[in-house]
């Protein structure tokens, strides 16, 4: 089992930054790539960002690149989202997630544990 715990939701304004976290424990971390997702009211759950098994691989949505950067710290076993100029589209409930494998994944079924999630919510 893995357990996976996100934090770093809030409320900000346009503009604004956040970071979110989603801290995991349980069955090892380090190696399997890891994903964030969101989703808004009424909508289905996109993909935002994913991070291979070492970091060193990263892919974005489109709608987020040149904005968030996905990273994670395997010591910690930790990923980390930074989001820079939120947007009030931005809004949703965001969720981490555990790949099935090492790599770089963009679609639901590739994750096999996924976080509570937590609310940002951007004002305009």
């Known amino acids: 089992q893995v357990q996976l715990v996100e934090s770093g939701g809030g409320l900000v304004q346009a503009g604004g930054s956040l970071r979110l976290s989603c801290a995991a424990s349980g069955r090892t971390f380090s190696n399997a790539g890891m994903g964030w997702f969101r989703q808004a009211p009424g909508k289905e759950r996109e993909f935002v960002a994913a991070i291979n098994w070492t970091g060193g691989g990263t892919t974005y949505a489109d709608s987020v690149k040149g904005r968030f950067t996905i990273s994670r710290d395997n010591a910690k076993s930790t990923v980390y989202l930074q989001m820079n100029s939120l947007k009030p589209e931005d809004t949703a409930v965001y969720y981490c997630?555990?790949?099935?494998?090492?790599?770089?994944?963009?679609?639901?079924?590739?994750?096999?544990?996924w976080g509570q999630g937590t609310q940002v919510t951007v004002s305009s």
């Open positions: 997630a555990r790949a099935r494998g090492i790599g770089i994944y963009t679609t639901r079924p590739s994750y096999d544990y």
